[in-house]
């Protein structure tokens, strides 16, 4: 034994020699038969708990991912052995795709009883149906024979509430200013329920949840986030949420009620459950399924996780994902909440193409979405550092409270503040047809034919369309409606109820985008002979399409605010199936992202991240600064050298002090501290489990045993006390930049390949480490921002 | 100067000391201000040729990435001095768009001409138009005012060659005859020069190209590969191949196409000529483009070139990619070669809902594509090995001539081989409707309407459809066209002409699933009855689609073969635009990719990668091996030592003679032979042209100057000769991993950062190296091949 560790040392010390590592030191024998690095051997942790993490930590996706193949590996060489082994190994291969029809199938039936209940909801504000309380506003005048095909959703079975009472028969102004007051109440009641039950059971239930599953699909771990309780508070306060008619969507808090399902599910699967960045594929899955049945765009919520959200998403998962998709868009299609058997949320048909002049204006809308957004992005994060800096922060109820009190007030006068938010952008995106009665349809037409509702194929000769006095109202309301939106937007994203801003950008986007439309329009039919339209718009045709405007605006006004382009351009595509419309979409978006990046980098999501503090290394945009490692590492200039171990010489007492001195989540093996050179790295969390067993379970450990991290023991005194062998927890193979490396380079290693820390070598000698919390501070710094803010709070 | 040397070298054998890089050396000061590596510094290289390539070499991903970032580094520092700066650093921004706006028209435009090409040289077999000659047979006959709308393609303007010479009045079996020679002679024609033209000016024009730019896009060079003269041959090779009549396909040729237009605009761009890195994003849009003008389907040609050819694929690539490929569709839109105003190739409507238990067929198909993928795949393999080997490789012409007369004499009996492949899909996919003439829709009603075109929206009560006598011929006439193309495009693959194997992959699906489609429709009403069909089919409904089969079929059998997914659901969704069909489509390209995937591994254009032996890394698989780096590494257990350069104590001679002695392309710098410790890289091509330069052009360097890569001069007597300095060319920061590191690690850092090689390390001593090659080498070891073939050859 002597002999060996001898030559071991003596290697150690030698000049270059290949292939030393297998012939010179025969006790590597002992580990050499399964021929993986101890690392791999976590697997069959005898020691519960090595290789787990703890909370509010990142994980290393490289372990996760070696341990994983490890655990693939193991099942391939038993199913070889024996047919039971073989059929397990076969359900394994197949429990991602199972896990993925689960997850389809549980969100798109929650997402249909989400949309179910949250439509009955908002009916109940101004009413009830008498043939059973069950029915909304348009399933109880469809089961009534009394309704005609003019006025759909009047009936006599829909009573506003006040009628239910009969001794007090109010007429005009009075019956207003009761259903004014029921509608207030109800509004109050469903966001004063909904606040209550985030801050009793799921705090994590609010917001939009999009940002804690990007920091969280980058490899942080927040416990509970996308537990079982957020889930279920989520579900119902998301209906509760979106029913008090606050100025918020349901489509982002789906994102995180599909990732909750997804986790939910994953405890099921072994493998999923125990893996960390597996389970990560399994959430960018989910997040492609939340896109999916938001909006009824599988393709769409697949580019979405890819574009958005994701962090790791290898081709695997992209194909699990489409599946996941697809599979929840059709569960969701066969419980039809929106009873039309479409599977889209805003189903538009178009009937007249554009015109390439109208490029022009689609591109102001662009400048507009890109307005807004750079405008919603900063008024929010200043409302809501307000929120957490001041007092205000500590009366999140009453803040919904008061939200929700002045949104009911100001927005029931107004019919398109009073109805629903998705509601509102259908109508917008409507194309007037035939038999439209709509307010938005209201054109006189020149040629005499009646009023009120004119054909839409204006084209067959029935004259142009000129705005008539009720679209003269129409319009000034939707004015109004705009910057009603746009204030309450603003405040409400953010609060401490879910709350998605998908719909409300859209919505602001839409009605900006049909006020121009109606402008164009009514330009093009007043000067149909001037130079620009004589081309284009024949006297009498119906050359330009309102709706369309909206929908263009509707994208800018989302590429503004989340920064997406190729998602949201396939998602507005999916929404209306025709190939024809893609070039408006996405000059819009173009344009509106390029406005935006202009006045400000972040997207809404990476601007919360920030505010809340998260480690989030963001993959798109590249760290350009001409710094070195050797800025970035620890320790800095004039701090006490690093804390090491040593491969040998340290008792388990002086380990143990230096764990109880730091806080840091981990130490490099070095081989003495006079020679500084790398053996590998250990976790802290690992050491301390190890030397917490050790002394629970190895006889006679004490405070003067050695801890050893060498393959072979070195030679010791029969009297002294036995060691501790630690090498099967220390990575053998950590990763190393030298301290000329440029940042840049780092930066994209730990993007790449998902590192927790790296260590730093200058010529063979171990000189400091970089973690990911140094690297954020760092680009914090490089960016004028205050380093300390890279923390989560 | 001494007393700098000095610090510089105790600092280096010093233990331990955090920050001593900055405060122990003042000759520091030489390279700090400018506070960046050397490596950057090749951006402003005085000596031409450093940084850049040889031809059938690898690139360095990092260094590209690197050169690019200080370029726009320089650029924005630049831009804050004067309005020109400004001026050129916006247009440098927006340089990338241009380009790729520049792409799609180009590859728009070309895609269009060589539609409309190849579809009149396609009907010159046959004829020609008495109007113009330019006019191909459909748009000869729109032209004409006697065709009536049942005969579309009946007019007498359009002759068939022998008709134009009156002399011989031919009739029956004899006009037949001369058909049929003069069909072969065209044939052979444009077979002929096809293969002539391709070994004449582009000998790269050849095959379908994926597999090289697979290879071009994971960072390999292939000087003109993608260069003017293989674009001009290869579109109009293209055209010659396909109007041939050979079995083989555009859209495959189309992406190398595209790739070409990319390579040769980026010519007129500095900033993608110079980098290797960023004119591969652009190759990886431009196949987006060329997939998206080959089937008219921008999305799923995104998703191809992220899910199939791409390998590195930034997601700013992800957006120009679709802006490029809307632009390609829309340009191929406007010129519009398929008259008929549609984007897509095979535009198709169904009318009938697809039932769940036609799923059980589509699953069947799906087998049947994955047997067939596995079968063309092992087939054309061994033929192509075949043809490598003996010498069937020395007469290309002869084979081509050859395999096109077969072809020819096979083909022009049957109808279905006679028309073209596009066609051919075209019409299976086709649902028969009201009037259509075509054979396969010839059903006699059983309820007594006019046999012949029976009404096809049999659910108005116009009676089932039963097989009718034609349809029996249609159908035998089938199974043999199924035959024929089957073994022809086993053998057409690989010949030297331009070829596809998209379009004729899909007819053999198509030709199959049409079959099956028409058996379950005769199933079907035959046993409308029975238990199976009674809650689905009414009598006399028309409750399958045959048409669908055949889309079903073609995806089945396309996805065998290329093994896509995501992208092949994508393409074909887009030409149907329902999402309805997604899932018949889906069940059936996952059960084909399982299938194929349980006999063979690898797609077509994986396998031609590794039968010509192209270093291409595959991202996809994962490496699952037990290996660690120590096992990899060069030099092997009793070879020669490493061959390292030393900092300071090598003279030129001695270098130039580890050059010649050498064929490594890179040497690792170490402070000593004695001390072992990686001080930085040096690339041989580098070295050679700096030691090449220095003897030109450094006053007084002789074979005994000394070569020093240190930072500051080591004590020299004043006798000595000057010292030739390389520090500029050292890569300080070289890759390094341990002897322990599992090789899935490795592999997935070469991969995931795209490294050509890495150092391996034991406590701090440099012991080896591993570059792509090795890695390659190994992975085919281990899979049993032989390590040797991976060269290009």
Redesign the interface.
């Known amino acids: 034994k002597h002999t060996c560790s001898l030559s071991s040392y003596q290697f ?1 010390s030698s ?5 030393s ?3 010179k030191c025969r006790c590597k024998a002992e580990w050499r038969p ?4 101890k ?2 051997d976590l697997l069959d942790d005898t020691v519960p708990g090595i290789g787990t993490y703890e909370d509010f930590n990142t994980i290393d996706w ?1 372990r996760e ?2 341990k994983d ?1 490890d655990r ?2 193991e099942i ?1 060489n038993k199913s070889k052995q024996s047919t039971v082994a073989l059929l397990f190994s076969i359900s394994d291969a197949f429990s991602g795709w199972l896990l993925m029809l689960l997850i389809g199938l549980m969100s798109g039936a929650l997402a249909g009883g989400i949309d179910i209940a949250a439509h009955w909801m908002t009916d109940l504000k101004e009413g009830v149906c008498l043939n059973g309380f069950w029915f909304n506003h348009e399933h109880c005048c469809w089961a009534s024979n009394e309704t005609t095909f003019q006025e759909r959703d009047k009936c006599p079975q829909w009573k506003s509430w006040i009628l239910l009472f009969p001794v007090c028969v109010l007429q005009g102004p009075g019956l207003y200013v009761v259903n004014y007051f029921m509608y207030m109440c109800w509004a109050l009641l469903f966001a004063f329920l909904a606040v209550i039950l985030v801050r009793a059971f799921a705090p994590y239930a609010c917001g939009s949840g999009i940002p804690e599953i990007k920091t969280i699909l980058s490899g942080f771990i927040i416990r509970g986030y996308l537990g079982k309780w957020t889930l279920i508070i989520k579900t119902i306060t998301l209906v509760l949420a979106v029913s008090s008619g606050l100025s918020l969507g349901k489509e982002g808090p789906l994102v995180h009620v599909a990732c909750c399902c997804a986790n939910v599910l994953c405890h099921f699967f072994t493998k999923y459950r125990r893996n960390e960045a597996k389970r990560r594929e399994v959430l960018s899955a989910a997040s492609a399924v939340g896109v999916s049945v938001a909006f009824g765009a ?2 769409g919520g ?1 580019l979405f996780s ?2 958005e959200v994701s962090y790791y998403f290898p ?1 695997k998962t ?2 699990r994902s ?2 996941a998709a ?1 599979v929840a ?2 569960t969701l299609r066969s419980i039809n909440p929106f009873g039309n058997s479409r ?1 889209v949320l805003f189903y538009v048909e178009f009937h007249t193409p554009w015109h390439l002049l109208e490029l022009i204006p689609f591109v102001l809308l662009g400048i507009f979405g890109g307005l807004w957004g750079a405008f919603f992005i900063r008024a929010n994060i200043a409302w809501c550092r307000l929120r957490k800096n001041t007092c205000l922060g500590h009366y999140p109820v009453l803040e919904v409270v008061v939200v929700t009190l002045l949104t009911a007030f100001l927005a029931f006068p107004i019919e398109y503040t009073r109805m629903s938010s998705s509601e509102l952008i259908s109508e917008l995106f409507n194309d007037c047809g035939l038999l439209d009665s709509s307010k938005l349809c209201c054109y006189t037409s020149n040629s005499g034919s009646a009023s009120g509702s004119v054909n839409a194929t204006a084209a067959n000769g029935l004259g142009a369309r000129l705005v008539g006095p009720d679209l003269y109202t129409a319009m000034w309301q939707l004015a109004l409606a705009l910057l009603l939106k746009m204030i309450f937007t603003v405040v409400t994203f953010g609060m401490k109820v879910p709350s998605g801003l998908f719909i409300p950008s859209m919505a602001v986007g839409a009605i900006a985008g049909r006020l121009l439309g109606v402008c164009m329009e009514q330009l093009a039919i007043r000067h149909h002979e001037g130079d620009i339209f004589r081309g284009w718009c024949s006297p009498g045709a119906d050359c330009i399409t309102p709706g369309l405007y909206a929908m263009v605006g509707a994208a800018a006004c989302l590429g503004g605010v989340t920064r997406m ?2 998602s949201l ?2 998602i507005m ?2 929404l209306t ?3 024809e419309y ?2 408006p979409l ?1 000059a819009a978006a ?1 344009t509106s992202k390029w406005v935006a990046d202009a006045l400000g980098r972040e997207s809404i999501y990476e601007a919360h991240i920030r505010l809340n503090g998260y480690p989030f290394l963001e ?2 945009e ?1 760290f ?1 600064h ?5 800025d970035v590492m620890q ?3 004039g ?1 006490p ?2 804390s ?1 171990l040593t491969e040998s010489r340290m008792t388990v007492e002086e380990v143990e002090r230096l764990i109880a001195d730091t806080t840091y989540s981990g130490f490099p093996v ?2 003495s ?8 790295f250990v976790l802290r969390r690992d050491l301390v489990i190890s030397l917490e067993n050790a002394r629970r379970n190895q006889e006679g450990v004490v405070s003067m045993s050695p801890i050893l991290f060498t393959e072979c023991d070195p030679p010791m005194s029969p009297s002294a006390p036995p060691a501790v062998k630690l090498r099967s927890i220390l990575d ?3 990763f ?7 940042m ?2 780092v930066v ?2 730990f993007r ?2 998902g590192l927790r820390q790296c260590l730093v ?8 480490i970089i973690t990911k919390k140094d690297i954020l501070k760092h680009m914090a710094q490089m960016a004028n921002r205050d380093p300390d803010s890279i923390l989560f709070n």
């Open positions: 150690l000049p270059i020699v290949s292939h590592i297998d012939s399964n021929n993986s690095p690392l791999l490289v991912k070696s193949r693939h590996r391939t599988p393709i697949v890819l574009e081709l992209l194909w489409f599946f697809l868009a059709f599977l382009t190729v351009v396939v595509f999916e199936g025709g190939l893609i070039v996405m173009m993959a798109k590249e350009r001409k710094t070195l490692a050797t320790p800095r200039r701090d050298l690093l090491v070095v081989i501290q006079q020679s500084p050179r790398l053996v590998g053998l193979s950590p190393t930049v030298t301290v000329h490396t440029p840049e380079i994209d290693i790449k390949l070598i200058q010529n063979g000698r171990l000189l400091g």
